[in-house]
Structure formats: C-alpha cells, structure tokens
Nanobody, 130 residues
Framework: QVQLVESGGGLVQPGGSLRLSCKTSGFNSDHYTLAWFRQAPGKEREGVAC??????????GYLDSVKGRFTIFRDNAKNTVYLQMNSLKPDDTAVYYC?????????????????????WGQGVQVTVSS
C-alpha cells in the first residue's frame, strides 16, 4: 500500500524555521519525482518544491516566492523527502502536502506544475504568526 506520511508542521514566528519530513512506503520512491505542495484557506493548491529521482544530476524546482528560503532534499536510504523552510512569512501559512509522481521519467527532471502527482500524503499544518 502506497503511503506518504508528513510530519514536522507547527506554529512558528515570522522569520523562524521549520523542517517538514515525508516518509514514503509501499513503492520505490527513489525512482520517482517527489514534491511538496501547499494550500492556504480560500486558495488553490500550489506546488512549492520538487526534486527529481535519484541521479547524479538531480533536478530541482521551486515556487518563485520560496526561492532562497526553502530547500527540498531527499534521503533515499530512509525513503524520506524533506522541506527545510527558513525565513518563514505569514503568507507561508498553509497545509503542506507531500506528493509523488506515478510515472517513471527517462530523464531526472521535475516540474512543480506536473499533472502526474497522484500519490499524496494527508497534509500537515504550518502556521506562521506572532
């Protein structure tokens, strides 16, 4: 059974940091592109960051508003993908979801706008507030 389980959310003050984790199981996740999405109240879900499958030339993608503040990385030995979030802003408040593509890409590429993310975690709340 495919599972993606997020953890690490919580309440943080503006300017603070959080690290989200997503443990995958039920499939060989190091062969697939993984990503983090978020959805704020009243807004559409948006892709935040993605990382391609394990390869010597790993590809990354980031939402413009998080570039330089967020970093996605993966530990294939632990079947886990992380999202390190620094310099958090109130606008980063949202439910964050981990996702995996269901296609095997010939090239190690990722795109946060891909329509192939159809494996999802349950989400974790991140609130940035003073």
């Amino acid at each position: 059974q495919v599972q993606l389980v997020e953890s690490g959310g919580g309440l943080v003050q503006p300017g603070g940091s959080l690290r989200l984790s997503c443990k995958t199981s039920g499939f060989n996740s190091d062969h697939y592109t993984l990503a983090w999405f978020r959805q704020a109240p009243g807004k559409e879900r948006e892709g935040v960051a993605c990382i391609s499958r394990r390869d010597e030339n790993t590809d990354y993608g980031y939402l413009d508003s998080v570039k330089g503040r967020f970093t996605i990385f993966r530990d294939n030995a632990k079947n886990t993908v992380y999202l390190q979030m620094n310099s958090l802003k109130p606008d980063d408040t949202a439910v964050y979801y981990c996702a995996a593509e269901s296609i095997l890409r010939v090239q190690p590429v990722c795109d946060i706008r891909s329509t192939y993310y159809d494996r999802w975690g349950q989400g974790v709340q991140v609130t940035v507030s003073s």
